[in-house]
């Protein structure tokens, strides 16, 4: 085919035939030269097509982005392309890793028990992404090299959770997803009423009567006839006792509660004493004083004192809280004589 002639030279055949026959073998031989010259231009064009795909192929195999295609799938504008999609970096037991260029479009895991510093290298070129997944315990900690991520200095990532991480060429953008909720052990009485999105943690508690729907029907009330079912014996109410147990036969038995009944603690007596006051001669109407610290007094309660040795006849005594955990005890004469010295003990009333 390659050594034939580009077109066929037609016979002379004029006054040797007919004429309609004449022109009919030379429309022939017109078409058939035809045919061949379009066969060369459709070889040349095919071997063109041949040497751009494989040009193209070589480019893109050698770089992430071809900006002499002009055209790809419809679609015109530079190619891009991500050699390691679809790849994994296992980064288990590292627990400090900065980004490269080669992990474009792929998994990052990391798994340790520490915490996990992934530093994002700020000086890649976009577009840029991949994929972070942390099996570990260990917080994970995505860090820009410069920039920001979602509009703040750093990114968490918790154990159980994975990230698509993107990159404009400025900042970061990342999405905290969870693989799976934290495991919850089943409790006995409680239910789950709260789920942490932060942690992947659910908090359980019993539930309360104003938990509960509907209304009870009384077929499921124990008959309280039956005693094997708890009916209770009525009994009469006794001073300062309370009901502390019913036994098999439904009678309730009661007891005076003692102090290790009762829940809390008893508010604490408030007292103090003063330095002794008196043993000096006195005149009627003369008042001397003499203060205690008694610590929790306020001025919005009652103080009173006593003297702990008998002063004489002719003198009363009073107290007051005169501020903040301090009481005055006062003595007053009301008959001239010499008061017996004596500390007066402080007792505040709450």
């Known amino acids: 085919m390659a050594n034939q002639p580009a077109y066929r030279v037609p016979p002379n055949l004029t006054g040797k035939a007919d004429p309609d026959v004449?022109?009919?073998?030379e429309f022939h031989d017109m078409m058939i030269n035809?045919?061949?010259q379009a066969f060369a231009a459709l070889g040349n064009q095919k071997a063109a097509v041949t040497d751009t795909v494989k040009s193209v192929t070589e480019v893109v195999q050698g770089s992430s982005s071809v900006a002499g295609v002009t055209s790809f799938n419809g679609q015109s504008g530079v190619v891009s392309y991500f050699p390691s999609l679809g790849a994994v970096n296992n980064q288990t037991g590292v627990t400090a890793y900065t980004t490269q260029a080669s992990d474009n479009g792929l998994l990052i895991l990391v798994n340790d028990a520490s915490p996990v510093a992934v530093s994002l290298n700020s000086s890649i070129s976009n577009p840029y992404f991949f994929f972070v997944e942390n099996q570990g315990a260990g917080t994970a900690t995505l860090t820009p090299s410069t920039g920001l991520v979602n509009g703040a200095a750093s990114f968490t990532l918790l154990s159980g959770y994975f990230t698509?991480?993107?990159?404009?060429g400025n900042n970061w953008w990342a999405m905290n997803l969870p693989i799976v909720p934290v495991n919850t052990p089943s409790v006995a009485h409680e239910w789950l009423n709260s789920y942490n999105a932060s942690t992947g943690a659910?908090?359980?508690t019993q539930p309360a009567f104003a938990d509960i729907s509907g209304t009870v029907a009384a077929s499921q009330l124990p008959n309280p006839t039956t005693s094997t079912l708890g009916g209770v014996e009525a009994v009469s109410a006794i001073s300062h006792q309370w009901v502390n147990s019913i036994n098999t036969s439904g009678v309730p038995q009661l007891s005076q509660p003692a102090y290790g009944d009762i829940s809390g603690t008893p508010a604490p007596i408030l007292s103090g004493a003063t330095a002794s006051m008196g043993g000096s001669a006195m005149t009627v109407g003369q008042t001397i004083t003499a203060t205690a610290t008694v610590t929790g007094a306020t001025t919005t309660m009652v103080a009173v004192c006593s003297p702990q040795t008998y002063p004489?006849?002719?003198?009363?005594?009073?107290?007051?809280?005169?501020g903040a955990n301090t009481v005055t005890a006062r003595l007053t004469c009301t008959l001239?004589?010499?008061?017996?010295?004596?500390v007066y003990s402080c007792r505040v009333i709450q």
């Open 164 to 168: 698509i991480t993107f990159f404009d």
């Open 22 to 25: 004449v022109d009919a073998i």
């Open 34 to 36: 035809e045919h061949e």
């Open 202 to 204: 659910f908090s359980a």
């Open 312 to 322: 004489g006849a002719g003198f009363v005594w009073d107290a007051y809280v005169s």
């Open 336 to 342: 001239a004589g010499t008061p017996t010295s004596s």
